[in-house]
Structure formats: C-alpha cells, structure tokens
C-alpha cells in the first residue's frame, strides 16, 4: 500500500461516506486522482464495497487442502494384512483447512484459500466455514469434481500406522487462478502453505510474492519434495525429523545434528526453524537462539492432528509478536490440546485453554 493510499484509508475509516470531491478537496488532488486511488484500494481489497466500507482488522492467510477424514481405529492392536474390528469415523479435513480452522478457534482472523468440490462434502466443508467463522469465500469451488479424501489407519495407540491421500482435486488450483487472489495474499498480516498445492502453485507464490512472510507445512516426505528448490523463500517451515532430513541431505541423530540442518536452511534464506520430534519434543531455531523442548507426559487419545495444532499455535504467536521460543511453547501447547481428543480438532481449541495449557507446560518445566 502507498503513503497515498495509507492516507485516504485513514481519512474513509473516520467517513466512509466521503463523497471523491470532499476527499480530493481535503488532499488536495484532483477527482479523478482520487476516484483512481480509491479503485486500487478495492482492487487490493482494503475496501469491501459501496460506502467505501473498509476492511476491518489484520487476517492470516492460508493456501492449502481441504478434505474428507476417514479414520479407522483397531479395538486391539492392529494386524497387518487383515480385517481388523474397530471403529470408523468421517471428519473434516486436509492440513490447509485444519490450520486454518485451529486459528480460528484461537481467535485468529483467517481466510482460506482452497479448492473443493460441489458434492455433499463440498458443501459441508462451506457450511462449516460459515458456522465457525472461517472465511472461505476466495476457494475454489468445482461444479462435478470430487472433494479430496484422506483415509488413515490408527494403531492401538492411537498414531497413525498408514493412510492413502486422494487429493487429486489440489492440481486444479492453477498459478492462473491464484493470480486472481494476488491481493488477498499481499494484505494478509502472513501466510500459511502446505505442500498439498502444485509445485508450479508453490514457486509461484514464493517467488512472486517474496515481500510476504510464508509459514510452510511440510505435510509429508514425498509432498515436502516438492517445494525443496525454493524452501529457502519460506519464512517459517516446521518438518518432522525425517521431512528435516530429507530436504537437507543431513542425517539427525543428536542436537548437533539437530543445529547442523538449521544452519542449512538459514543458510537458504528460513528464518525460523521447528523440527517435530512427536513425543521427543521440537527443536527450534531463528539462526541467533535455538533450543530443544521435551514436552511432560501427555495422555494421547489421538494424534492426528497435533502438527496441524501445532502450526496454528505458531501462528498466535507470531500474530501477539512473541520470540521464537515462547511461539514454541504455544505451539506446543496447542498440540497437546489436540492429543487430548479423539476428533482432528479438537473442539474446545480456544486461545484461553491454551494459556491453561501453557501453565501446565510451565509449571512442569
């Protein structure tokens, strides 16, 4: 946004009703000048429509899948190559959209930007954007596609033993597409990506819109693959430990080694590093201070969706402008919310039960 622009914003919050002339009169432009300011200010989306109403308050960005969650979980200890008794469950999915609804939930602003299909979980993913509060007007929507689904197998103890992504659909949000949404990228206080996206899509965002701040979920090895060449324009990534080391090329076995492959990713242009080590803890690293958290005993009714919680608790940190360790420990504490519950998210996610949470963490330490 220009200093112009910056100005005539300031000038419509106190009247949206200005009328162009009053407003040329009080900066002492032309009409048209104005008239010419106030369209790109539209165009950028800093004001929503007629009566120059303005946009209200900063938002997080996310660009990423959304899905269908079939989960299977064993009565017993899981056996191979056989029909197991359990149970089997349909939730909302996809990291793009679990991220997104997390900070939601944590009293983060966001938009979505994601593609689905016009089928029944289509249209249930839509309704429950609008129930919670998650803007998802700028996804995209396809008349006859099938929405993606991710189907996964817990072991008896409640990780994740295998799961199939069918997530075809996420190729169909093409760099045309997302040049349409150029505006809503560049107002957005950051951005989240997850590698469900098409490497084109990917360097496209980062390489266009290098002035951004872009927090990246690695999702999984093959996927992180995909965004090695230009992993260095992401501001933030959180891989696990064998994501960290297949992007770096450097074994980890210790916290040397730990710092080794942080050192290689600052030197590619990251800033801030998290290695997710599961019930080991997170290493973090900003290339000044890093550290290595080891969380207390947590009582796991399901981890599928701590990385998602994870992520989303980085993100309240870095929007209440915390250091990278105190973003750590929120991010943690988010994720032993989501441990605690059977669903992807949990529902009780709330900005006050995580800063419960963090005393607990706290108080342990």
């Given at each position: 946004m220009?200093?112009?622009e910056q100005?005539?914003?300031?000038?419509?919050k106190?009247?949206?009703?200005?009328?162009?002339?009053?407003?040329?009169d009080?900066?002492?432009?032309?009409?048209s000048?104005?008239?010419?300011h106030?369209t790109?200010?539209?165009k950028?989306?800093h004001?929503?429509?007629?009566?120059?109403?303005?946009?209200?308050g900063?938002?997080?960005?996310v660009i990423?899948?959304?899905?269908?969650?079939?989960q299977?979980?064993?009565?017993n200890?899981?056996?191979?190559?056989?029909?197991?008794i359990g149970?089997?469950?349909?939730t909302?999915?996809?990291?793009?959209?679990?991220?997104?609804?997390?900070?939601v939930?944590?009293g983060?602003k966001?938009?979505?930007?994601s593609v689905?299909?016009d089928d029944?979980?289509?249209q249930?993913?839509?309704?429950?954007?609008?129930?919670i509060?998650?803007d998802?007007q700028?996804t995209?929507?396809l008349k006859?596609?099938?929405?993606?689904t991710y189907?996964?197998?817990?072991?008896e103890?409640?990780?994740?033993a295998v799961?199939?992504?069918?997530?075809d659909?996420?190729?169909?949000?093409?760099?045309?597409?997302?040049?349409?949404?150029?505006?809503?990228i560049?107002?957005?206080?950051?951005?989240?990506?997850?590698t469900?996206?098409s490497?084109?899509?990917l360097?496209?965002?980062?390489?266009?819109?290098?002035e951004?701040?872009?927090?990246?979920?690695t999702?999984?090895?093959?996927?992180?693959?995909?965004?090695?060449?230009?992993?260095?324009?992401c501001?933030?990534i959180k891989?696990?430990?064998?994501?960290?080391?297949?992007?770096?090329?450097i074994?980890?076995?210790?916290?040397?080694?730990m710092?080794?492959?942080a050192?290689?990713?600052h030197?590619?242009?990251?800033?801030?590093?998290?290695?997710?080590?599961?019930k080991?803890?997170?290493f973090?690293?900003?290339?000044?201070?890093?550290g290595?958290l080891?969380?207390?005993t947590v009582?796991?009714?399901?981890?599928t969706g701590?990385g998602?919680?994870?992520l989303?608790?980085i993100?309240?940190g870095?929007?209440?402008?915390?250091?990278?360790?105190?973003?750590?420990?929120?991010?943690?504490?988010a994720?032993?919310i989501?441990?605690?519950?059977?669903?992807?998210?949990n529902?009780?996610m709330?900005?006050?039960?995580?800063l419960?949470?963090?005393k607990?963490?706290?108080?342990v330490?």
């Open positions: 220009t200093n112009r100005e005539i914003l300031e000038i419509l106190q009247n949206p009703l200005i009328s162009q002339n009053e407003l040329a009080q900066l002492g432009i032309t009409r000048s104005a008239a010419v106030i790109n200010l539209m950028k989306g004001i929503l429509g007629k009566g120059y109403i303005v946009r209200d900063a938002y997080v960005c990423g899948g959304s899905n269908i969650d079939i299977g979980v064993p009565n200890t899981l056996i191979f190559r056989d029909s197991n149970s089997v469950k349909s909302l999915g996809g990291v793009g959209r679990n991220i997104a609804e997390n900070m939930k944590l983060l966001t938009k979505l930007i689905i299909g029944l979980y289509g249930k993913i839509l309704e429950e954007a609008r129930q509060g998650l998802m700028d995209l929507v006859g596609e099938q929405t993606s189907l996964s197998i817990l072991d103890t409640k990780d994740m799961a199939i992504s069918h997530m659909i996420c190729d169909r949000m093409t760099v045309e597409f997302i040049k349409s949404k150029k505006h809503i560049e107002n957005a206080e950051f951005c989240v990506i997850d469900n996206l490497p084109d899509v360097k496209y965002i980062l390489n266009t819109h290098k951004q701040k872009f927090l990246l979920d999702v999984s090895t093959a996927k992180a693959m995909k965004i090695k060449e230009v992993i260095g324009l501001h933030t891989p696990n430990l064998i994501e960290a080391q297949s992007l770096s090329g074994e980890i076995k210790d916290e040397k080694d710092l080794s492959a050192a290689y990713f030197g590619l242009g990251v800033s801030n590093v998290f290695i997710s080590m599961g080991d803890g997170v973090y690293s900003d290339g000044k201070v890093s290595m080891k969380p207390p009582k796991v009714v399901s981890a701590a998602d919680a994870f989303a608790g993100a309240l870095y929007a209440q402008g915390e250091d990278i360790k105190s973003a750590t420990l929120m991010a943690m504490a994720s032993f989501a441990l605690e519950h059977e669903d992807t998210i529902p009780y709330s900005e006050e039960l995580l419960e949470k963090l607990e963490i706290n108080h330490k």
